[in-house]
């Protein structure tokens, strides 16, 4: 159920009939190549999430923007706040869900430059004094067979890190009026291998995306198709749903957590 569609005097029955579980889809607005829309992160995340929570009911929040893309600032359409307003506006947006009735957050993650964020994010709830708990995943995280049966029904073994096959495929399925492939231009696509020495080193810059994919894209999508973006999406609905019926059943994290914070404070 998405949370925006809910009246108040029903509220509270989804809080129950969620098991206090709310899912926070977030991402960000970004060029994803120039064939596919800046809301690309949105469009999956939201549907997604949407869908599992058809399979294990569950309150859906709004699409979350405000994520880690200061690597896209030179792009027309991103919208990249600061690092200490997206840690603190994510936290406050937490608190708001717990103190809506929500014990268990999972935030759904759309964006790669969010991987490094959404941990670290997760890691300050030790040093808080707070009484619910979050969870973090990538939604487009398929399984080794479910990457398998994709690539052997569409005999692309790469799936693209950005605007790439499996991005585009998506957004032919869930979207298709906002696919343009005659934008595709294939060159800005291939890393530029800019600091490669430094990564070969197993080393770590916050220019490292830059470097390599100043365009912003990633990925050969020439043989996406709306056909194979249904399938992954399915895959991608049914492992959240997996995931949602984890978390409703984590009969542990809570009782860790008041015990923690009776030692830690």
């Given amino acids: 159920m998405l949370w925006e569609n809910l009246n108040a005097r029903e509220f509270g029955d989804w809080v129950d009939k969620s098991e206090g579980v709310c899912v926070l889809p977030m991402g960000v607005l970004e060029k994803h190549g120039d064939h596919l829309p800046l809301g690309t992160d949105m469009f999956i995340v939201t549907e997604v999430a949407k869908a599992a929570a058809a399979l294990s009911p569950v309150v859906v929040f709004p699409y979350y923007y405000m994520g880690q893309i200061s690597e896209a600032r030179h792009v027309k359409g991103t919208i990249a706040p600061s690092h200490r307003l997206i840690m603190d506006a994510l936290l406050e947006m937490c608190d708001e869900i717990h103190r809506n009735g929500f ?22 709830y030790p040093g808080l004094k707070r009484e619910y708990t979050v969870y973090t995943k990538f939604v487009a995280s398929l399984k080794t067979e479910q990457y398998q049966e994709i690539a052997a029904r569409s005999g692309v073994e790469e799936m693209g890190d950005h605007a790439g096959f499996s991005e585009t495929a998506l957004i032919m399925h869930l979207r298709p009026n906002l696919v343009t492939m005659d934008n595709v231009v294939l060159e800005e ?13 197993g080393l770590y810059t916050g220019f490292h995306w830059y470097a390599n994919y100043p365009h912003h894209f990633a ?30 059943a984590d009969d542990v994290s809570l009782p860790m957590i008041a015990e923690y914070t009776k030692l830690a404070f």
């Fill in 103 to 124: 014990k268990k957050i999972l935030i759904l993650n759309g964006h790669g430059g969010n991987m490094h964020f959404l941990p670290f994010f997760a890691q300050m």
């Fill in 189 to 201: 696509s291939r890393s530029l291998e800019r600091l490669s020495e430094i990564s070969e080193a």
């Fill in 219 to 248: 990925g050969d999508p020439s043989k996406a198709a709306a056909e194979y973006g249904k399938i992954m999406f399915e895959m991608m609905c049914e492992n959240v749903a997996e995931m949602i019926r984890v978390i409703k």
